[in-house]
Nanobody
Framework: QVQLVESGGGLVQPGGSLRLSCAAS???????MGWYRQAPGKHRELAAA???????TYADSVKGRFTISRDNAKNTVYLQMNSLKPEDTAVYYC??????????WGQGTQVTVSS
């Protein structure tokens, strides 16, 4: 059974940084990996994604501040978040598209940006 385990969320002051990690258990081929976020009262939105070829996509609101990366040997995706703002406060979910197996989601990790 595929399981995605996230870590790295927490409370940080505005202007601070956090690094999220998401590791998938098992042996499989992973296509696109991504990070989504959902703020209270809002729809879940894509924050960043990275393809198996290393092509990245970012939401306009995080461009220049967030960096997504992946380690294929470890089945892990990272999200480095710098210059955090209060509006970045949300539950962050990782997502992975596994070839021939479908899409999987992590359980979510809370990121709170507040002074």
């Amino acid at each position: 059974q595929v399981q995605l385990v996230e870590s790295g969320g927490g409370l940080v002051q505005p202007g601070g940084s956090l690094r999220l990690s998401c590791a998938a258990s098992g042996s499989f081929n992973i296509d696109t990996m991504g990070w989504y976020r959902q703020a209270p009262g809002k729809h879940r939105e894509l924050a960043a994604a990275i393809t198996s070829g290393g092509i990245t996509t970012y939401a306009d609101s995080v461009k220049g501040r967030f960096t997504i990366s992946r380690d294929n040997a470890k089945n892990t995706v990272y999200l480095q978040m710098n210059s955090l703002k209060p509006e970045d406060t949300a539950v962050y979910y990782c997502s992975m598209s596994l070839l021939l197996m479908g899409d999987y989601w992590g359980q979510g990790t809370q990121v709170t940006v507040s002074s």
